[in-house]
């Protein structure tokens, strides 16, 4: 058992919960830029230990690339997920995001070429229908868009959509470098993009006013979430096969489950405990022995 793994996954779990959080105090430009330079602080320290001159293994170019994962893969993602979960609840947002193993199984086959089995195809298909019965709620009308939740739904799906870009875009340069300075520098840029829209959005002022609750959500995220869960899940990949420590994902969905439960009191539907199920079982045949070695989760 890698116990760096399954706190990885738990604080990973439990970001969704501690965004909502403190979104009802912090506006989502604020929250981010403080998440992500918390986290990147974190992990620069952990890296300046191993490696100080890091940053000079990246060319001009490389940076280009950098800056554009980042964009996608942090800034955009992050923000896609607070807005949708201003609308949605952390329980749907943690089973829709569990669907990302199956959007870069079906993008890889599009953009990669990679082959694509039965098996695999019947995977994505489950998936989806659950992804479908999360979203409808089991109300299989139009008025469904009438919903706020809905909207929310949706942006998380854009989320997983963003980390699919971010993961097929990347496939290549991720695999050049270190993971540990490339995920650094990648939270880093992340940062620096969104600051200039938290500088204009002008709410730093507001941060000494802010509650005990609102401060742990901003904590965790940056420390646990955006820090040390993926320290722990890189440590976790240096001692362990990349498969077995994949294994430990499926369980991300189910501490959001419980912690938005017992933390928010979201309400726990069967018809989405149902649609979870389909996209864990729909990710499990369509990844089959498959694997990530970089989630962004939360």
């Known amino acids: 058992m890698s116990w760096q793994a399954l706190l990885a996954v738990i604080f990973w779990g439990f ?17 981010l830029t403080l998440r992500y330079a918390i986290g990147a602080l974190l992990l620069l320290l952990v890296q300046m230990g191993r490696d100080r001159a890091f940053l000079k293994i990246f060319s001009p170019l490389d940076w280009i690339h950098i800056f554009i994962l980042a964009a996608v893969g942090v800034s955009g993602l992050g923000l896609l997920q607070a807005y949708g979960l201003l609308y949605t609840t952390a329980i749907n947002t943690g089973w829709i995001i569990a669907i990302n193993p199956i959007l870069i199984t079906l993008s890889a086959r599009f953009f990669l070429g990679e082959a694509i089995t039965a098996r695999k195809v019947s995977g994505i298909i489950m998936g989806f229908c659950g992804i479908f019965l999360i979203i409808s709620k089991g109300v299989f009308s139009l008025s469904l868009f009438q919903f706020a939740s809905t909207y929310g739904d949706l942006l998380v799906l854009a989320s997983a959509l963003a980390w699919t870009g971010f993961t097929i875009g990347g496939k290549g340069f991720l695999l050049r470098f270190p993971p540990l300075a490339t995920v650094t520098t990648i939270m880093l840029s992340g940062c620096l993009i969104i600051l200039p829209l938290s500088l204009l959005k002008g709410e730093w002022s507001n941060l000494i006013h802010l509650s005990l609750t609102a401060w742990i959500g901003i904590l965790f995220l940056g420390v646990f979430c955006s820090g040390l869960g993926y320290l722990f899940w890189y440590l976790a990949l240096e001692r362990r096969d990349s498969g077995v420590v994949g294994m430990y994902l499926y369980l991300e969905p189910f501490a959001t489950l419980i912690g938005a439960y017992l933390l928010l009191g979201e309400e726990i539907r069967w018809i989405t405990m149902i649609g979870g199920g389909l996209i864990l079982c729909g ?8 694997s990530r070695r970089f989630s962004g989760k939360g």
């Open 283 to 290: 990710v499990f045949l369509a990844t089959h022995s498959a």
């Open 15 to 31: 970001s969704f919960i501690a965004t909502k959080m403190a979104l009802k105090e912090v506006h989502p430009f604020t929250l």
